[in-house]
Each structure stands twice: as structure tokens, then as C-alpha cells.
DNA sequence: GACCCGTATATTGAATACAAAGCCCTCGTT
DNA sequence: AACGAGGGCTTTGTATTCAATATACGGGTC
């Protein structure tokens, strides 16, 4: 099973996914908005069929609620649901890694390494939350792929694209992206290393903390967000 | 499988979306069956809208593949996914339930005791497995239900119900099942009695069990489904 | 003035109609 | 006979159109 998720030819439904996923992880929809089918479609200039149908994929990933004859309504951003989502990806995500340690060959290595270098390289360029997010999920991606387990990858992904509405609206990115950079350092470093428990031990450590800092964001922001 | 019984109403996508799912889970359709929409369209006497809409969800939920252009195809059952899918669930159930029972109320010992007894009732009479499948699925949804994590518990659905393609074919359906139920009785036991540790052990060891008897089933059949 | 109920409108749900891509079979060429 | 080009047929992708439902507004009643 070859998983290449890149052979699907382009089609307005996706199109119209992507850029609906993006408003709404980037924070541009917030929680709550209401996602009008015909805005969309007049928008984008094609009809409410392709907008329907994204629709219904984001509701799969949690982006948005639909309600029968009421239409979708981006998800709204809660501390329980940040809990539920980070602590979720608190106990797959090293489970993950450390499958894919297993068996992990030295292309994997690089992959990791790479994976790295990428992000550092935006950092220090200065590049846009969006880009430094997708690199952020790109080297935790590359932490994954030996695990060649297709199911648990796709768990993780939803997981991360809703876990990155929360990290979107940090008060001071700058810092959490810097600290996420050395941490990534050492990561890279044990899964160069093989050294499985400890590189386990920080991965949950980097999303504990992670939770944590959204955690304090949300409350810093009151029922702002919250209703 | 009835998630949202009371909130959303009937419509003819979600009427659509159980059926196919019901008989992708049962094995009335077989991996690598090609769905074709008109047909659905027509056997149920809807259009094909719905009908798309239905494929969309369940490929979100892993049970189809859809190539753009070709149309959607049940997904495959092989021993790689099933390690995939049970594994995650080895991992991922007994954290829920250990959430749920630091949370769980006097009510929600009662819904795990009754869940036990539907299932043994259902067992004892003779049910169809797809029955006692969805009664299994209760008892696991109520020892997980006191976590009140919407999230993970989606989650959860979505892996049991990918899972549940693989138990269907086991070969010796009554002695799992009667294994099953001697297990939920000392898991609900140790539900009543608060004894976290020992509840999520036998969690692990019940969701292992069923992943190596899957497999074992797998390799006798040989490359029969493999192919 | 508050409340209930019917109607009017906006929005979604579904059906029909049209466009485009993939597949398969034929036919011609070598 | 093997191979490849082309065309027709099948199936999916999208647009357009019709139907059903929820919300908002207004009139009537107490």
C-alpha cells in the first residue's frame, strides 16, 4: 500500500476545502461564524455542490458543525476541547513515534533532519504563521512516517489541524516557535540516535507544554473566546 | 452506530450513509467493491447527490477510497491496517477509560452495568452479530462516556467501527463473544470498584487479544482478502 | 403590553440536467 | 499478431433548478 495522497487530481471540491480549512485554522473564521453555502459558491465562482461537500469533510475533521437545515457553523474554541484534543495527541503521538523508531532507516534519518532544517530556515527568515505552522506539522509528520501506519497518521493529522486553531492564538507566537525550534532540535537528535524513551519523554513533554500554554491563552482571554 | 439519534434530523444523505455503512461493516460489500453511485441512487430512489455526499463521510471515516474521476471503492482489509487500527486503539481506549473513571458518577457505573447486561442479554438470546456488535460498541461507548470528550471519543467510533469489519469475520464468532462477555463482566466490575489500574489492563489485554485473533484469522484465510 | 400563531422570506436539502474525465473496444498500421 | 490512436460509452464532477424547513416578522387575541 503505497500511500500517496498527492494522486488526486485537483477538483473545485478540494479547492474549495482547502481554502475554507485555511480560514478557519488561520483564525479568519472564528468560532461560531456561520459558513453560508451560497457566499461561497459566489465567491469562489462555482456552485453550492463543491461547497456542500467541503463542508461535510470539514465537519469530519471538526472544523465546523452542521446542523440539519441550519447550515455549518465554524467550531467553537473551548478549554475542555483543547484539553480533550492535546491530551489526545498527549498519548498517540510518542505511541506513534516510537513505532516508527522501530523502524526507522537511515532515509527516515534524513527525513527528520531535513524535516528540521526546513523549519529553522522559516524561522529565521521570518516567514508567516502559515507557513511556520505547516512546517511545524511537516517535522512531526517526518517523526511519523516510518511508522507506515496510514490510519493513525490520519487520526493525527485532524487532531493536529484543530490542535493549530488553539496554537494560531497565542499571545507571544514568536517565543512558543522559538522554544518549538529547540525542542525539535533534540527530537531530531534521539531519532538520529535511536534513543526511543527519551525522545518519546520530550515529545510529550513538547505537547504538555503546549497544552498548557493554550490552556493559559484561553483563560487569559476570558469568555471572549469562549462564547 | 446511531451517534446523533436525537439532534439532527432524518435526512435522506444520513439514511444513505447508514446503509452503506452498515453493509461495508457486516461484509455484505467486500474490499475492493466498487461503489457506483447511480446504482445506490437508484436502489434507494434518490439522487445521486445524497448519495455522494454519504461516500464522502465514509471515506472520513476510512471505510472507502475515493479516486477522483473513478469513484469510491471499499477500503481494503489487511493485516497492516488491522495492526494499525487496533494498536491505536490499544492505546488510545485505556486512556479514555482512565479519564472516565476519575470523573465517573454513581449514574455512570449504572450505564456501564447496564450496558453489560443488554449485551448479555442479547448474547443469551441468540442475537445476529450485527446486533451484538453494536451492543459490544455500547459497552465500550459507556465506559468511556464519563470522560465527556467529544473528540476522542469520535475518534474512538471511527477506529471501532473500521475495527469491526475485521471481527465480523472472524471464524469463531460465539467464542469471542463469549470471551467478550466474561471480560466486559470483570471490566465493569472494576468499573464499580474505581480500580483504574486494574480496568485498564484488562482493557489493553481484551483489545490485544482481539487484534492477534484477527490476525490469525487473516493469515488463514491467506491471500483470499489480502488481494 | 405580552403572547400565540400564521405567513413570508432566506437558506439549506435534494433532484434534474449538463460537462468532463476515464475506460474499453475497434480499427488501422507495422 | 502486437501495438497505438481514436471514438463511443460509462461514470463521475459540477451547475442549475425545484422542494422543504427554519427563522423573522406582523397581526390578532387576551
Known amino acids: 500500500m503505497k500511500a500517496s495522497p498527492s494522486i488526486k ?19 479568519y473564521y472564528e468560532g461560531g461564524h456561520q459558513i453560508r453555502q451560497e457566499a461561497i459558491a459566489d465567491e469562489v465562482g ?7 461537500e ?24 473551548t ?13 498517540f503521538e510518542p505511541f506513534i513515534l516510537a513505532k516508527a523508531m522501530e523502524k526507522a532507516t537511515p532515509d527516515d534519518v534524513e527525513r527528520v533532519q531535513s524535516a528540521y532544517r526546513d523549519y529553522e ?19 512531526h509528520i517526518a517523526l511519523s512516517y516510518a511508522a507506515d501506519r496510514p490510519r493513525s497518521l490520519s487520526v493525527l493529522s485532524t487532531l493536529y489541524n484543530s490542535a493549530d486553531r488553539y496554537l494560531r492564538l497565542q499571545i507571544d507566537a514568536k517565543a512558543a516557535q522559538t522554544k518549538a525550534l529547540e525542542e525539535h532540535s533534540a527530537l531530531a537528535q534521539y531519532f538520529a540516535d535511536g534513543n526511543s524513551s527519551a525522545a518519546q519523554k520530550l515529545l510529550k513533554k513538547h505537547i504538555a507544554d503546549a497544552r ?10 476570558g469568555t471572549k473566546v469562549a462564547s
Open 9 to 27: 487530481r485537483r477538483t473545485v471540491t478540494s479547492s474549495v476545502l482547502d481554502l475554507l480549512r485555511d480560514r478557519i485554522i488561520s483564525g
Open 79 to 91: 478549554p475542555e476541547d483543547a484539553v480533550d484534543i492535546f491530551e489526545a495527541r498527549l498519548i
Open 212 to 221: 498548557d500554554d493554550v490552556i493559559r491563552g484561553l483563560q487569559h482571554r
Open 121 to 139: 530556515k522559516a524561522l529565521l527568515a521570518g516567514e508567516s504563521p502559515a507557513i511556520l505552522s505547516q512546517l511545524n506539522w511537516a517535522f
Open 46 to 52: 462555482v456552485s453550492r455542490i463543491p461547497v456542500r
Open 54 to 77: 467541503a463542508l461535510v469533510q470539514l465537519e469530519a475533521e471538526g472544523l465546523v458543525v452542521i446542523h440539519t437545515h441550519k447550515g455549518a457553523v465554524v467550531a467553537k474554541l
